[in-house]
């Protein structure tokens, strides 16, 4: 970082203990190569799982191996990573998170589900499940670990004692409900390559406790790739499921399933790991949702067994996409350039999606296998990424034009998720049963950043991004300036507004990851400034459920950085939603060359039909002598 953008950092360090504001409205630094990576930071525990706390704090949960890093006594496997100083603080998560889920809360707090059993040297069972040497990692099986994040590095992992779940969970997914609690689904009790029916966990529960889990046939007839379900919370209310070759809706207020297509070409769930993320829900679309899903492998039940060269069969190149609330059959999309597996999706604040790492051959997982390379179960990594566009025509989506490779194989355990930025946060793999360097794919905890061709433009900076989101109620204003426009007024037609959850990253997922945009109108001024009149969400909270997000202004396909909002209530509840109101007519300046039409919906109306204390900022406010003193040296700072 430069000394200007240190001192613009303290600077809004100062500011914000002040105020409890100061928002980045720029980058802190150009990206060094545009559509390119670079190297930024150590991560201290590999990302086998990550997820976006606040807008410069990424927390990453790990397996427990022989870490470098000690806390309290042991290796850490958990750790806070800032993105503004490109520093890792090590976490002590308490139970063994090896493939453990995750979501947030509608309160904000993360949730991290399940685990595995206590472990010593090489990933082998401890004498004890309770603690003790080498790691004291207890057995997080049927752990419920639970952490709200901060900015000044005080927070901290607790596992959650009363109303844990009653079964153990390995490889689960979870998914926040429109009320805020999350759902738990399947997994197994101990773990394996792939799932069996004497380790199955067939079952789903809810956090908070509503009592004991309720089986799920599908769950028992789609073994034994069946590990991390493939879930979205529907505009509908209820559940896409897609696990092994199996599609189903889960109606889980009822307990009932109502079975789809199966999917075509490959299976997509954990170990084939195909990429899979939920399109963009627009006013165009009427919020509807689309699935995605891309990659994986097309092997046979009978098939997943290690007794043969897994590490050498290709992966998929097949993409195909579903509308499960229109439609229960798949439609083939454009294919992946290569067949991949492990590739994680990221929705981008312009609505198109990173596609980055994984492998060309093999699957997720790794062993003590003759033809193990090391002890992964994939070879020929892919480290040059691609985009896809879901508004390009059919044989037009997916691009590599600009971007450039990744000189780091990531293979199993590595993920990758947008951050406030607008970057993309990419870090980890390991196939390996413990932290290993003398093998092709070692342990990797280097951090880097990919940057978008947007980044390095000057951001726009709107003002009155409110700190909170409803559904339904009255539209706020967002101004922009003539800077933000470019000096042209009529560019208020190119510009989206957009909330992004980046979601919970691990094993080619991103649970909970969402974009949606929200419909606007604006006015524009003679004076080349605008203000764009905003709806909330639409009043229905199964479009995005509530808890933090990113919210993004864009203009002309250039974000501003994203802003943390929360959306809904802030409480674990069913959602207070209101009617829409409508939004005010497009208008522009008569001496204004804008095509008056807005680009974001229709003329105003919308088309769409132990918990977390928010903390009070007057509470935390210093005295006013305090606040001028402060205000002074982070002026200073910047004139300097």
Same mark, same amino acid.
């Given at each position: 970082?430069?000394?200007?953008?240190k001192?613009?950092t303290l600077?809004c360090?100062?500011?914000?203990?002040a105020s409890?504001?100061?928002?980045?409205t720029?980058p @802190?630094?150009?990206? @060094?190569?545009l559509?390119? *990576?670079?190297? &930024?930071g150590?991560?201290?525990?590999?990302?086998q799982?990550?997820?976006?706390?606040?807008e410069t704090?990424v927390y990453?949960v790990d397996?427990?191996e022989?870490? $470098?890093?000690q806390?309290n006594g042991h $290796? /850490?496997? /958990?750790?806070?990573y800032?993105?503004?100083?490109?520093?890792?603080?090590p976490m002590?998560?308490v139970?063994?998170?090896?493939?453990?889920?995750g979501? &947030?809360?509608?309160?904000g707090?993360?949730?991290?589900?399940?685990?595995n059993?206590?472990?010593?040297?090489?990933g082998l069972t401890?004498?004890s499940q309770?603690?003790?040497?080498?790691?004291?990692?207890?057995?997080?099986?049927?752990?419920?670990?639970?952490?709200d994040?901060?900015?000044?590095s005080?927070?901290?992992w607790?596992? =959650?004692?009363?109303n844990?779940?009653?079964?153990?969970?390995?490889?689960?997914? !979870?998914?926040?409900l429109?009320?805020?609690?999350?759902i738990?689904?399947?997994?197994?009790q101990?773990?394996g390559? #792939?799932n069996?029916?004497?380790?199955?966990?067939?079952t789903y529960?809810?956090?908070?406790?509503r009592g004991?889990?309720?089986n799920?046939?599908?769950?028992?007839?789609?073994?034994?790739?069946?590990l991390?379900?493939?879930?979205?919370?529907?505009? %509908?209310?209820?559940?896409?499921?897609?696990?092994?070759?199996?599609t189903?809706?889960l109606d +889980?207020?009822?307990?009932?399933d +109502?079975?789809?297509?199966?999917?075509?070409?490959a !299976?997509?769930?954990?170990p084939a790991?195909?990429?899979?993320a939920?399109l963009?829900?627009?006013?165009?679309?009427?919020?509807?949702?689309?699935?995605?899903?891309?990659?994986g492998?097309?092997?046979?039940?009978d098939q997943?067994?290690?007794?043969?060269?897994i590490?050498a069969?290709?992966?998929?190149?097949?993409?195909v996409?579903?509308?499960?609330d229109?439609?229960?059959t798949?439609?083939?999309?454009?294919?992946?350039?290569?067949g991949?597996?492990?590739?994680s999706?990221a929705?981008?604040p312009?609505?198109?999606?990173?596609?980055v790492?994984?492998?060309?051959?093999?699957?997720?997982?790794y062993?003590?296998? %003759?033809?193990a390379v090391?002890?992964?179960?994939?070879?020929q990594?892919?480290?040059?990424?691609?985009?896809?566009?879901?508004?390009q $025509?059919?044989?037009?989506?997916?691009s590599r034009?600009?971007?450039t490779?990744?000189?780091?194989?990531?293979?199993y =355990?590595s993920g990758?998720m947008?951050?406030?930025?607008g970057s993309?946060? #990419?870090s980890g793999?390991?196939?390996?049963?413990d932290?290993?360097?003398d &093998?092709?794919?070692?342990?990797? +905890?280097?951090?880097?950043?990919f940057?978008p061709? +947007?980044?390095n433009s000057?951001?726009?900076e709107?003002?009155g991004?409110?700190? %909170?989101?409803?559904?339904g109620g009255?539209?706020?204003?967002?101004?922009?300036s003539s800077?933000?426009?470019s000096?042209?007024?009529?560019?208020l037609?190119n510009?989206?507004?957009v909330l992004?959850?980046?979601?919970?990253?691990?094993?080619?997922?991103?649970?909970?990851q969402r *974009?949606?945009?929200?419909? =606007?109108?604006y006015?524009g001024?003679?004076d080349?400034?605008?203000?764009? =009149?905003v709806?909330?969400?639409?009043?229905?909270?199964?479009?995005?459920?509530?808890?933090p997000a990113?919210?993004?202004?864009?203009?002309?396909?250039?974000p501003?950085m994203?802003?943390?909002?929360?959306?809904?209530?802030?409480?674990?509840?069913t959602?207070?939603?209101?009617?829409?109101v409508d939004?005010p007519?497009?208008s522009? $300046?008569?001496?204004?060359?804008?095509?008056?039409?807005?680009?974001s919906g229709?003329s105003g109306?919308?088309?769409?039909?132990?918990?977390r204390?928010?903390r009070?900022?007057?509470?935390?406010?210093?005295?006013?002598?305090?606040?001028?003193?402060? #205000?002074?040296l982070?002026?200073a700072l910047v004139?300097?």
């Amino acid at each position: 970082m430069n000394t200007s953008a240190k001192r613009t950092t303290l600077a809004c360090a100062l500011l914000a203990a002040a105020s409890s504001v100061c928002a980045q409205t720029q980058p @802190a630094s150009k990206a @060094a190569t545009l559509g390119g *990576f670079s190297i &930024v930071g150590n991560s201290i525990a590999s990302a086998q799982q990550m997820f976006l706390g606040t807008e410069t704090r990424v927390y990453i949960v790990d397996k427990v191996e022989n870490n $470098p890093t000690q806390i309290n006594g042991h $290796p /850490a496997w /958990a750790a806070e990573y800032s993105t503004d100083t490109n520093q890792g603080r090590p976490m002590d998560i308490v139970t063994n998170s090896f493939c453990a889920g995750g979501n &947030v809360l509608g309160n904000g707090t993360w949730v991290n589900v399940g685990g595995n059993q206590a472990v010593t040297y090489g990933g082998l069972t401890a004498n004890s499940q309770t603690g003790g040497a080498p790691y004291d990692d207890p057995d997080g099986g049927q752990s419920l670990r639970l952490l709200d994040p901060c900015d000044d590095s005080s927070c901290n992992w607790i596992v =959650h004692s009363d109303n844990a779940m009653s079964t153990r969970r390995w490889y689960p997914s !979870v998914e926040t409900l429109p009320d805020g609690s999350i759902i738990i689904i399947g997994g197994n009790q101990y773990g394996g390559f #792939v799932n069996s029916a004497g380790n199955n966990n067939p079952t789903y529960e809810f956090f908070p406790y509503r009592g004991s889990p309720i089986n799920l046939p599908l769950l028992a007839s789609t073994l034994p790739a069946n590990l991390y379900p493939i879930t979205y919370l529907l505009p %509908s209310g209820n559940l896409f499921l897609q696990l092994n070759w199996a599609t189903a809706i889960l109606d +889980y207020n009822n307990n009932i399933d +109502y079975a789809l297509q199966d999917v075509p070409d490959a !299976v997509r769930t954990y170990p084939a790991s195909a990429g899979n993320a939920m399109l963009p829900l627009t006013p165009a679309n009427n919020w509807t949702a689309t699935i995605l899903m891309c990659g994986g492998t097309n092997l046979q039940p009978d098939q997943w067994v290690n007794n043969w060269d897994i590490a050498a069969y290709p992966a998929s190149s097949s993409c195909v996409s579903i509308t499960p609330d229109l439609a229960g059959t798949y439609s083939e999309d454009d294919p992946l350039p290569e067949g991949r597996v492990m590739v994680s999706f990221a929705i981008l604040p312009n609505g198109k999606i990173f596609a980055v790492n994984g492998a060309n051959t093999g699957c997720a997982g790794y062993g003590n296998d %003759s033809w193990a390379v090391g002890q992964s179960y994939a070879d020929q990594p892919l480290q040059t990424p691609i985009l896809y566009d879901p508004t390009q $025509p059919a044989g037009k989506r997916w691009s590599r034009d600009g971007l450039t490779p990744s000189t780091i194989p990531r293979m199993y =355990h590595s993920g990758a998720m947008l951050i406030g930025d607008g970057s993309v946060l #990419v870090s980890g793999s390991n196939p390996n049963a413990d932290y290993t360097t003398d &093998v092709k794919y070692p342990t990797e +905890y280097r951090v880097e950043y990919f940057y978008p061709s +947007y980044y390095n433009s000057r951001r726009p900076e709107p003002q009155g991004v409110p700190s %909170s989101i409803s559904y339904g109620g009255a539209y706020f204003n967002l101004t922009l300036s003539s800077d933000d426009l470019s000096g042209d007024v009529s560019n208020l037609a190119n510009t989206t507004v957009v909330l992004i959850r980046p979601g919970f990253s691990t094993h080619a997922l991103a649970m909970g990851q969402r *974009f949606v945009q929200l419909n =606007h109108t604006y006015t524009g001024s003679s004076d080349n400034t605008g203000t764009l =009149h905003v709806s909330q969400m639409p009043p229905n909270p199964s479009i995005l459920a509530p808890g933090p997000a990113l919210l993004f202004v864009n203009v002309n396909g250039v974000p501003s950085m994203g802003k943390m909002v929360m959306v809904g209530s802030g409480q674990i509840q069913t959602q207070p939603v209101s009617a829409v109101v409508d939004l005010p007519p497009i208008s522009m $300046p008569t001496s204004s060359s804008g095509n008056g039409s807005s680009g974001s919906g229709d003329s105003g109306k919308s088309s769409a039909g132990k918990s977390r204390l928010l903390r009070s900022s007057a509470a935390m406010r210093p005295t006013s002598k305090v606040v001028l003193v402060m #205000v002074g040296l982070a002026i200073a700072l910047v004139v300097r």
